[in-house]
């Protein structure tokens, strides 16, 4: 059995004027040990799909709708206490910005041992020595010092290292990253890779990570999810939907992306036109006005899930003439 | 910290020495004979003269600062001319209980501000919140002056539940822990909470709007706290800025008290001020002025201190 199994989830943002539906309609899958990536533009619900997992979006401004299972539990019949025992214990989440996700004024060995306390009911020293083994383990020099040491005394890679075990902290199945390098210089980024992947395989963790930059999708993931508009557009295993690319949205991805062998003066492919207005979305795909592929019927019919391959899915209508340009795709 | 501290005390050697200066001068500078009031209109001029050397005020002003710094370090500010009492004693006194009055008045403050700045924050632009606020808003700009002469016909007059005017029933100033001096504290201790109360209660509301608007917050719910552990973080957060913002308040009650102890006829430091004013009471006047400047300073160290000890992201530099 999966250990994440979302279907049909949806989140509506209801604060202020017109609802704004952030996520309309994802599944998504997730099995133990599995590293998921979620690929996207700004805007596209990544966030809100990550944190609809354990129930963070403001519960009074948004609306919850789909089955959210995860380890078995269903998230949205989770009453107070259960939830608070779910978060940091089944799921854990780490953070773009670890300077903005810690609190500024407790140091990280409280910060830790707070998490450990909580869950375990250990006391107070044994929730530090608890801590100390993660500060190694995720390989902070001079843990002992750190661990009195504030955020803000911390380098920005020290920072997502102690926020890294403070999420593992409590031993957690499953591990969500919501674009946890995005912040960090390219060279501490690879050795947060490093380090994540390392974990994932010595915990036997289920990893969703979240980014934008396919290039850390392809370091870390055994599959990829790629989300559009509030819904996944396509999904598979990482080689095949790198290399096989059969929506055109994920195709227009692949394409911007700067090759480090691109050729001079090549042109860098953008994909035209602007992410669109969630709460005003056109009733067909709502990828059509962007797309190099679309026709008439892609303005009024919203696409279903097709299988392309094995595990792998496109919501699109055009998957035919797709498969026509893989050839292309894949030398391009 | 150690070093902070004694390194801020010696940065306030010059202000000490200056603000006693400017105390002096401004004393000085102000027209009018200081004997006036205590010598009958029709004195010999022998009298005055002999007064004159009594009091010192024949000598030059730099010899009389010297004289008067001189004696102030050691305790002695002099005599009152108008009770002929020593003003060390008189001013000890009144401060005293000017202290406890801005002090309770402080703490009823801190603690409804605290209450009400909370829960509006937390409520952000709800309907409590709104009341709340609104509430806090009246608290500011009502003047208090007149707000404790509503309390006076409501709770002396009409209700004759509470004495309207001094610090204790024998009218000697004197302060004593018991039902008959605390019965004379309520009121003007009440009327004089508002204004910290609103102040706070607008600052606390800010910080904890703004905290909880915070990343980490969600972040804190993330690891698994419940309300209770998210309550602490925020306290924690809000404390140092509402500490020092309390601090603040603190100050400016000893300070501007003038108009409540007035209105409640309390012998504190506003009263006496009051009162070595319109006597030209200099001795007096110069001794409460140094005092309560002092005070200021040292308050202003003290607020400083404590926020740099609360707050880890302020460097001690
Ligand atoms: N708390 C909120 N209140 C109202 N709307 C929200 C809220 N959080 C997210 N949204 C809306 O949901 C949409 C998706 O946001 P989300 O944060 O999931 O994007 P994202 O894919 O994570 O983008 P990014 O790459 O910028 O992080 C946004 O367009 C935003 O308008
Ligand atoms: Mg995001």
Not at chain 2, 171 to 192: E, K, Q, Y
């Amino acid at each position: 059995m999966p250990i994440v199994e979302i279907k049909d989830l949806r989140v509506t943002f209801t604060g202020g004027g017109k609802p704004v539906p952030a996520v309309s309609g994802v599944d998504l899958e997730v099995e133990r040990g599995e590293t998921l990536a979620i690929l996207g533009e700004s805007g596209s619900g990544k966030s809100v799909t990550l944190r609809a997992l354990m129930r963070l979006n403001p519960e009074g401004k948004s609306r919850m709708e789909g089955t959210v299972r995860v380890a078995g539990q269903d998230v949205a019949a989770l009453g107070r206490r259960e939830l608070r025992a779910f978060r940091g214990r089944t799921a854990a989440m780490i953070f773009q910005e670890p300077s903005l996700a810690l609190d500024p004024v407790y140091t990280l060995g409280q910060q830790i041992a707070e998490a450990v306390m909580v869950h375990d009911g250990c006391s107070r020293n044994e929730a530090m020595a608890r801590a100390l083994a993660l500060f190694e383990r995720v390989r902070i020099p001079s843990p002992e010092r750190r661990l009195q040491a504030y955020p803000h005394e911390m380098s920005g890679g020290m920072r997502q290292r102690a926020m890294i075990a403070l999420a593992l902290s409590c031993r957690p199945q499953l591990l969500l990253a919501d674009e946890p390098t995005t912040a960090l210089d390219a060279t501490v980024q690879i050795q947060i890779l490093v380090l994540v992947r390392e974990l994932q395989r010595e915990f036997g963790l289920a990893v969703i990570f979240v980014t934008h930059d396919i290039g850390v999708a392809v370091e870390v993931a055994d599959r990829i999810a790629v989300m559009y508009a509030g819904r996944v557009v396509e999904s598979g295993p990482m080689r095949e939907v790198i290399r096989r690319p059969r929506h055109p949205y994920t195709i227009g991805l692949l394409r911007s992306r700067a090759h480090g062998a691109l050729a001079k003066g090549a042109r860098l492919e953008t994909i035209p036109g602007a992410p669109p207005d969630l709460a005003d979305l056109p009733p067909g795909c709502p990828f059509a006005p962007r797309c190099f592929l679309a026709t008439a019927t892609c303005a009024t019919t919203a696409p279903g899930p097709e299988p392309v391959g094995a595990g792998h899915q496109a919501r699109c209508l055009r998957v035919d003439a797709t498969a026509a340009l893989l050839p292309a795709v894949a030398e391009g | 910290m150690l070093s902070y501290v004694l390194r801020r005390l010696i940065y306030m050697i010059p202000i000490v020495v200056g603000v006693s200066l400017v105390c002096f001068v401004l004393v000085h500078l102000a027209p009018g004979d200081p004997l006036v009031s205590v010598l009958p209109p029709d004195a010999s001029e022998a009298l005055k003269a002999q007064m004159m050397a009594t009091y010192g005020f024949d000598r030059p002003y730099w010899h009389q600062f010297g004289l008067w710094v001189g004696r102030a370090l050691q305790g002695d500010l002099g005599t009152s001319i108008a009770t002929s009492r020593p003003v060390a004693s008189e001013v000890l006194r009144a401060v005293s209980n000017t202290l406890l009055l801005a002090a309770v008045a402080t703490a009823i403050g801190f603690a409804f501000g605290c209450l009400f700045g909370f829960v509006a924050g937390y409520f952000h632009d709800s309907w409590i919140d709104k009341a709340a606020s609104a509430l806090a808003v009246v608290g500011v700009s009502v003047p208090h002056y007149w707000l404790g002469m509503v309390l006076v016909i409501v709770f002396s007059v009409e209700l004759n539940l509470l004495p309207p005017t001094g610090a204790g029933p024998d009218g000697s100033g004197d302060w004593a822990w018991n039902w008959a001096h605390m019965r004379h504290l309520i009121l003007p201790a009440v009327t004089m909470s508002v204004i910290p109360m609103g102040i706070i209660a607008r600052t606390v509301r800010a910080l904890v709007a703004d905290i909880l608007g915070q990343e980490f917050v969600g972040a804190l719910r993330a690891k698994g706290l419940g309300d209770r552990g998210v309550f602490r973080h925020v306290v924690k957060n809000a404390a140092p800025t509402a500490l020092a913002v309390m601090g603040l308040q603190l100050g400016y009650l000893l300070g501007g008290s003038i108009l409540i102890e007035t209105v409640f006829s309390w012998p504190g430091t506003g009263f006496l001020l009051n009162a070595a004013i319109f006597q030209r009471d200099l001795p007096l006047l110069q001794g409460t002025i140094l005092v309560l400047a002092l005070f200021f300073v040292f308050l202003n160290l003290a607020v400083d201190v404590l926020q740099t000890g609360l707050d880890p992201r302020i460097q001690r530099g």
